[in-house]
């Protein structure tokens, strides 16, 4: 079965970091692109950060760019987003996929609360 996990937010104070994982079951990550993307309350689904299947090719929506990076690791099938310097924007649920072509099913998303 095809399937996408996230895990690793929490509640942070503006300026900390937290560490997203992707875990992947039921197929290779290794052949496609992914991305990471956000839904905050009462706004759509947007697309955050993405990495090409290689490694390479990064690119990140302009809001979060030099604060968060996105990485993968082929090996252990799982994508990951560093997220630095966060603000209470950045609140919201988190969730991995393919930042195009055919959509894998949505996992739970993983939910990132920044605050003081």
């Known amino acids: 079965q095809v399937q996408v996990v996230e895990s690793g937010g929490g509640s942070v104070q503006p300026g900390g970091s937290l560490r997203l994982s992707c875990a992947a079951s039921?197929?290779?990550?290794?052949?496609?692109?992914m991305g990471w993307y956000r839904q905050a309350p009462g706004k759509e689904r947007e697309l955050v950060a993405r990495i090409l299947s290689t490694g390479g090719g990064r690119n990140y929506a302009e809001d979060v760019k030099g604060r968060f990076t996105i990485s993968r690791d082929n090996g252990k099938n799982t994508v990951y987003l560093q997220m630095n310097s966060l603000k209470p924007e950045d609140t919201a649920v988190y969730f991995c996929?393919?930042?195009?072509?055919?959509?894998?099913?949505w996992g739970q998303g993983t939910q990132v609360t920044v605050s003081s």
């Open positions: 039921g197929f290779s990550i290794s052949r496609y692109a």
């Open positions: 996929n393919r930042p195009l072509g055919t959509l894998f099913n």
